[in-house]
C-alpha cells in the first residue's frame, strides 16, 4: 500500500478493499470545487466537481492516515465501509449539482440552532478557502460544531474560530473572504449577525 505523508494511494478497486481491511475509514468532508480551485486525488488524478476526504485510522496501530478523493473512489469506499455519504457542501448558488445538500448549506437534514448553524458555515467556508488538512484546528473545530449543533454555541467556541479567522495570511475578516470568492463564483449569501451580536455584546471585535 503507497502511503507517503500520511496520504494514501486508493486507486482501483483492490487497493481500496485491501485498505478497508487494514482501516476504519470515515469521511469527513464532501465539498463541492470552486472556479480556480484546483486540487487532485491522493492517486494523481484531477478532480474537476466534487471531492471527498476519508480518515483512515489503522486497526491494529491506530495510525491516522488520510484519503482525498473523487467521486467514483468515494463512492466505492462508502458502499464498502457502510457509511452514510455526507451531504456536499456547496458555496456556490446553483450549477445542478446533486448530493445532498439542504438549503444549500451542505448541512443534514436535523434541525440546527441559527447560531450554531452560523458558526458551522463560517468553518467549513474557511476549511474550503484554506484548502485546510484535517490534522489543523479547523477539522476539530468543525467536529465539536456538529456535536453541539442543537444549542446555541458557547462564548468560548465562538472565540475560538474568531481567533482562527484572524490568523488569514491576507489579514482578511470572513466577509472579505467571501467577498475574495464572489469574484470568480456566483456565491449564496452567509449571515453571521448572531455571532457578530454575541461577540460585541461581550466587547471583542468580531472577525466574522
Known sequence: MDIEGGHMECRGKGKREQIVKEYDIVPIIHAKLLNGQ???SDAAS???DQYYIFECIHKVTGKKEMIQCGMGAAK???ELTHNNSLPIF???KTDGTTGGSVGGTGISKTKWDEMAKQLYNAIMILIVDWNAKPDTPLFGLKKEAEKYKYCAPKLWRIE????VIA???RKRKLSEILDDLKKDNDIKEYKFDLLDTELKANGILSNF
Open 46 to 48: 484531477p478532480i474537476t
Open 167 to 169: 490568523k488569514d495570511y
Open 38 to 40: 484546483t486540487k487532485y
Open 76 to 78: 466505492h469506499l462508502i
Open 90 to 92: 456547496n458555496l456556490l
Open 160 to 163: 475560538k474560530v474568531n481567533n
